[in-house]
C-alpha cells in the first residue's frame, strides 16, 4: 500500500514505509512540589511528527519524494496521507472530535454534550442542529478545507446522528472548483451511524463533506475504503512538511538495473 505526500490535487506517491512511528509534542508542564504534590498545565494538543523508514527502495521510487522535499513541485504545507490514516480517519484529530472552529457555525448549530450512540460507543462531544442548517465539516479555524481523495479510488463517509441526518459529499478538482456532488439516503432514528460509500470522479482532488438533515450528529469520519470501519479519532492532516531526506546505498551496480537499491528515511513535522 503506497503512501502520499504533497500539494493538494498532486500528491506523490511512495513506497509504503517498513517503519513509520507518529509521536506527538508533550501538552503538559508537570509541576512537584516539596511535598509531594503535582500540579499540571495542560496546553493545546501537540503538533505531530511521524518518523518514516523506506527500508528498500528503487531510484525510481523515490525519485519524485526527493523532488518534492527539494522544493520541485511547490512549497509546503502539504497534505500527508499514510497507510494507517486512509483506512481509519482521514480527518485531523481536532476535525474528527468536533473542536470549534472545525464545522460551520450559526444560530441553529450549537454545542451538544455526551451520550452513548445507539451502538453504545461513548461520545464526549456533538453538535445540536435545527432549522435544517446543513453543517460543513473538516475546516481549520474556521477556513475550509479538503479531505484529500485519488481519483476514481472509492472512499467512505459516515456520522453518528439523529434525525433525518445524512451526509453530502462535494467533489472538488485541483484548482478548488467545483465539480459535483452526491448525498446519502436520509436515516432514522437517534444517535444511529449513517454511511455513504461513494466514487470520485476522475478529476477530484478533494471532497468537502456535509451533515444535511440532522438534529444531532458526532463522530465524523473519511477513509479510503470500501468498508465501514469502526470509528476512530482522526489521524489525517493537511499541513505538514519534510525537513530533509536521508538516503543510503545499499547496491549500485552499473551494468544491472534491477540491483540499483537504497534506503530512505525522513521525518515528517505537522505545521499549525
Not at 15 to 25: E, H, I, Q
Not at 234 to 261: C, F, H, I
Request: charged residues 15%; positive net charge; aromatic residues 8%.
Amino acid at each position: 500500500m503506497e503512501s502520499y505526500l504533497g500539494p493538494f490535487g498532486s500528491m506523490i506517491p511512495f513506497k509504503c514505509p517498513s517503519a513509520l512511528a507518529v509521536s506527538a509534542a508533550e501538552r503538559s508542564t508537570l509541576t512537584r512540589l516539596l511535598g509531594g504534590a503535582v500540579y499540571e498545565q495542560r496546553g493545546p494538543r501537540g503538533r505531530r511528527q511521524w518518523s518514516v523508514d523506506i527500508g528498500t527502495t528503487t531510484p525510481k521510487e523515490i525519485a519524485h519524494l526527493g523532488a518534492l522535499v527539494d522544493g520541485f513541485y511547490g512549497p509546503s504545507p502539504w497534505v500527508f496521507v499514510g497507510p494507517m490514516q486512509m483506512v481509519t480517519n482521514l480527518f485531523s484529530p481536532e476535525q474528527a472530535l468536533l473542536d470549534p472552529g472545525t464545522h460551520s457555525t450559526g444560530a441553529t448549530i450549537t454545542p451538544g454534550g455526551a451520550g452513548f450512540t445507539s451502538d453504545g460507543l461513548r461520545y464526549g462531544r456533538s453538535l445540536n442542529v435545527s432549522g435544517g442548517a446543513e453543517v460543513a465539516l473538516h475546516r481549520r479555524d474556521g477556513a475550509t478545507e479538503r479531505l484529500p481523495v485519488r481519483p476514481l479510488v472509492p472512499v467512505t463517509a459516515s456520522i453518528y446522528g439523529s434525525g433525518g441526518a445524512a451526509i453530502r459529499l462535494d467533489w472538488i478538482n485541483n484548482t478548488g472548483g467545483f465539480i459535483s456532488n452526491v448525498t446519502s439516503a436520509a436515516g432514522s432514528g437517534n444517535w444511529t451511524r449513517r454511511v455513504l460509500k461513494a466514487t470520485p470522479p476522475s478529476n477530484a482532488a478533494g471532497a468537502q463533506m456535509i451533515v444535511v438533515g440532522a438534529t444531532g450528529f458526532t463522530m465524523p469520519a473519511f477513509t479510503w475504503t470500501t468498508d465501514t470501519p469502526p470509528w476512530s479519532p482522526g489521524k489525517g492532516s493537511n499541513a505538514v512538511t519534510v525537513d530533509g531526506l536521508a538516503e543510503a546505498v545499499q547496491m549500485a551496480v552499473q551494468d544491472a538495473p534491477n540491483m540499483r537499491r537504497g534506503s530512505a528515511s525522513f521525518t515528517i513535522q505537522e505545521l499549525n
